[in-house]
Each structure stands twice: as C-alpha cells, then as structure tokens.
C-alpha cells in the first residue's frame, strides 16, 4: 500500500533529506521570480528614457509581469494531475531562458513588454507546482511552510537587489544586468531535474476531479475569467461587449458542466487578493521609483527601501511559526492589514531618515500577507487540491497586473498632468502645453503623459521644477494605496467573527485513501 507520486515514486519511501531538496527546489523557484521582478523593476526608469516610455507605460509592463502568470498557473491547476509537476517546471525553465534572451534583445516596449510576458508564464506553471507540493509535504503545517516556502520572494528581492545596486553604481550595461536572472534559473533547473513528486492531498483522498471545480465554482471562475478578458481587450483594442460576450460564452461552458457558484468564502477571499496583492506586489514595483526623490535627498539609491523592506519579511517568513500559532492565520491578517495601512500612508509623507521607520512599518505589514492567505486556503478548501490554492495566487497576481500596478502608474501621470496644470495659475504656464502632449490610453481610459524626450532636452530648472511636481504625484500615490489594506481589514474582521460563531478556526482535514501500487 503506497501513494505514488506523478514520476511513479512512493512519497512515503522519500527519505527527510530529498523532501528538504524539493522543498529549497521549490524555494529557489520563487527567488529567481523575484530576480526578474527586481532587475525590471531598477531598470524600468532608464528604459522610460531610452525607449519613451510614458509612466502607464511602464505600468503596463510591470502589469504583463503579473496578469500571464494567472493564465498560465490556472491553466496548469486544471491539467498538472494529469500532466505532472515536473512537465510544468520545464515549460516554467524554457520560459524564463526564453524571456532573459529576448529582454536583452529588446529594441522598444513591445519586446519589453513580450520578453516580460514569457518570464511571468513561466512563473505560473513554476508556481502551479511549488503551493501545492509544499501544502501536501506539510498537510499539519501548512500556513507556516507556505509561509516559509514564500520567504523565497524577499530573498530574492534582497539578492537581486544588492545586486542591481552594485552593477547600476558600476555603470554595468543593463542587458547583463538582465542576464544575472539566469543564475537562480539554472540552480532550480538542476535540482528539480531529479526530484520525484507527491501527489496532492486532494488526489489521495479519493476527490472527484467535478467536486475540485465545485469549490471554485462559477463565481470564482467569472473573476479569473472577467480579469484576463478585459485585460486582453486592453492589449488588442477589443470593445467592451467583446470581452463580455467571451466572458459570457467561457463562464457560461463552464456553468453547464459544474452548476455549483461556489463556496462563498473562497469566493470572498479571492476578491480581497486584488487589493492585498496591490498593497504588496503594486507598491514593490512602483517602491524604487516612488522613493528616489526623498532617498536622493539623504544620498541613497530609491532601492535601498525595496531591499530593506525584503529583509525584514524574509526574516520573518523563515520564523513565522510561532507568529502563525500566537496569532492565528485570520488574526495574524487582520493585524497585518492594519500595519500596511498606516506604514503605507506614514510612508507617503516621510523624508530624510524617517523613511526607514515608515519602510520598517510597511514591512511589517506585508510580510505575511500572502503565505498566510494561502494557507488559509489550503485549510479551509483542501477539496479544491491545487486550483483553489492556485486560483488564490492567480487573482492576486492578476488583479495587481490589470489593476494595482497600472493604476499606480496611471494616478502619478494624472496627477502629474493636474498638478502641471495647476502650474499654470503661477506663471508657468509653457509647462503643460510644451511637456504633457503625449495621448495614451489604458484599462482607466485616456490620459495625457509626459513627453520623455522632450523633457530630456528642457533647462535644468525646468526639469527641477517638473520632478518635484513628479515627487508630488508619487507620494499622492502612496497615499491613494494605503486606503486598500485598511478596507481589507474589515472584511477579516468579517471573517473572524464568521468563524467565531461556528465555534473558531479550525483547518478542514481529508481522510486519506491510500492506492494499492502492488
């Protein structure tokens, strides 16, 4: 009696020793995301220069950093029992190869813009395999290794971003800056190679394949669905009632086949990944640039804060623990959410030292945000195997890339444009007319952006004036995003007291079936 794995191996004959090399296999998968997320995210200003790239712009390629790991780690949940782990990891391996190599060949946004859509398919497929391999590893600790598992996240924000750091102070070409993300792909390339798998919880316990679509159900569907649909009429120019009219085909398949809406809760959970994943992941694309005006001032790179805030959660993630037992997973997010909050806004209005103290308390807040959601999951819809637990990152990552870091990118244009405009009343009135003439449009409508390379031939005082408009329109962003985590704040209390009344939180446990293998 044994239960097989998808290369055929017995999970419980794996000694303690290859269970640890998967599991920092697995760790290594989510630092080399995090290497791509950096290196961009440092060299995204420089490209706005060399290539006029409007603020949306760059936006947008932080978006397509997001948005393609949705479609593709949900597309690999529906298929990776049959398919297996180890096939995903190596579309996730050709896809990150791929992506480095076109980046550095880039010569404008749309290879940008593809090169960075390959790196997050690739992240999807990796990511479609890492949540529920750790989640079975650890069936009675799964928000503290999820947890731990996404320490991998800071540690390679932390990595990478001394990295970046050192090669941008030594004047090092951005394409072999690019090039160091191949460094942890490789690493997690070689281990995976020869790691045998387990098989899901979900799997082993005898669940149907239509019972794991039912706790998704066709809510949850209809918000993967709706997020990737307008996103790619926004790419392609699709009018508004095609992306409905597709939305209402897939949603409605899928109906037919399930009939179930979906439990509730999931479906709750899933809408406030949007804006927790905003307040994480849409902040950290946007930190380095927010924050280079005031550390200029104090005569450190925008990135230190990036760096600092990355080991101060990687920290934390490897002890959570004990955090996790004190607090309670539902708790541990409320309190969480209540800190990103004030650390966010407290950031929006720090200069000089003082943003160390305000990057300290954003860190705090966002630390546990995402493992402990996960694993809240995990326990709660063990039925759903790998797609509930994926579908959660999913729309995380989706609703930041469609909504969280193009809406941080648009509010700075806008409100560059307004308070430009607002210039004019006190004799500066060639400012608007000369440098805001770029028409954009993105998933927020039209707007008018700045125009780069006008702008980098303008009088130094003029380019003085303008960025400290820009600084303004930054910090107003800061400020405009830390509302989010307060208003998730109030639906874990929601939460808490839901379970409060079913007599408190305790993790959802399937019965085992065992398969005969002789």
Not at 89 to 111: D, E, K, P, Q, R
Not at 316 to 321: D, E, I, Q, T
Not at 369 to 398: H, R
Request: glycine share 10%; proline share 3%.
């Amino acid at each position: 009696m044994s239960s097989v794995t998808d290369n055929g191996a017995d999970i419980t004959m794996v000694d303690n020793h290859a269970k640890k090399i998967l599991f920092w296999g697995c760790f290594i998968v989510l630092v080399s995301s995090a290497f791509g997320f950096v290196f961009r995210s440092f060299l995204m200003a420089d490209w706005g220069i060399q290539f006029g790239l409007s603020k949306t712009q760059q936006g947008e390629i932080f978006g397509v950093s997001f948005w393609p790991f949705g479609i593709s780690i949900v597309f690999f949940s529906l298929i990776i029992d049959k398919v297996g782990y180890k096939k995903s990891m190596i579309f996730a391996f050709i896809c990150h190869t791929l992506s480095v190599i076109i980046t550095i060949m880039a010569n404008g946004y749309w290879m940008l813009y593809f090169g960075t859509l390959l790196f997050a398919l690739g992240n999807g497929a990796a990511e479609a395999v890492v949540n529920p391999v750790v989640a079975t590893m650890y069936p009675k600790e799964k928000t503290k290794w999820l947890n731990i598992l996404h320490a991998g996240w800071p540690t390679g924000l932390v990595i990478s971003g001394l990295l970046a750091i050192a090669m941008l102070h030594f004047h090092l070409r951005w394409e072999i800056i690019i090039g160091f993300i191949m460094l942890p792909v490789i690493v997690y390339g070689v281990i995976i190679a020869n790691r045998s798998f387990p098989v899901n919880e979900r799997v082993k316990a005898g669940v149907s394949y239509l019972e794991m679509l039912k706790e998704v159900g066709i809510l949850g569907i209809l918000i993967v669905v709706s997020l990737c649909t307008f996103q790619l009429g926004n790419l392609f120019d699709w009018s508004y009632i095609v992306s409905v009219i597709i939305i209402l085909v897939i949603v409605g398949a899928f109906a037919f086949f399930v009939r179930a809406l979906g439990h509730p809760l999931f479906i709750l959970l899933l809408l406030l990944m949007i804006p927790l994943a905003t307040t994480e992941l849409g902040t950290d694309s946007w930190i380095s640039d927010l924050m280079t005006p005031e550390m200029a001032k104090i005569g450190l790179q925008g990135g230190w804060v990036l760096v600092y805030t990355s080991v101060i959660m990687a920290i934390l993630r490897f002890y959570s623990g004990p955090i996790v037992h004190k607090f309670a997973p539902l708790g541990l997010l409320a309190v969480s959410a209540v800190v990103a909050c004030f650390g966010l806004e407290f950031l929006s209005y720090s200069v000089g030292f003082v943003i160390i103290i305000a990057a300290t308390i954003y860190a705090l807040g966002k630390t546990f945000f995402w493992g402990t959601m996960l694993g809240v999951v995990a326990e709660q819809f063990p039925k759903g195997g790998a797609l509930t637990l994926n579908f959660t990152s999913a729309v995380g990552q989706i609703g930041v890339g469609i909504i969280g870091a193009v809406f941080l990118g648009t509010i700075q244009d806008k409100q560059l444009d307004k308070n430009l405009t607002n210039y004019d009343n006190k004799n500066h009135t060639a400012f608007h007319t000369t440098y805001i003439t770029q028409q954009k449009k993105s998933i927020f409508g039209k707007y008018q952006a700045i125009d780069e390379s006008k702008l980098a031939v303008a009088p130094s005082a003029t380019i003085q004036t303008i960025a400290g408009v820009q600084n303004n329109a930054k910090k107003d962003a800061l400020r405009l995003v830390g509302i989010l985590p307060g208003v998730v704040f109030m639906f874990y209390l929601g939460i808490m007291l839901y379970f409060k009344r079913k007599g408190g939180y305790k993790p959802v446990v399937l019965k085992e079936r065992t398969v005969n293998t002789s």
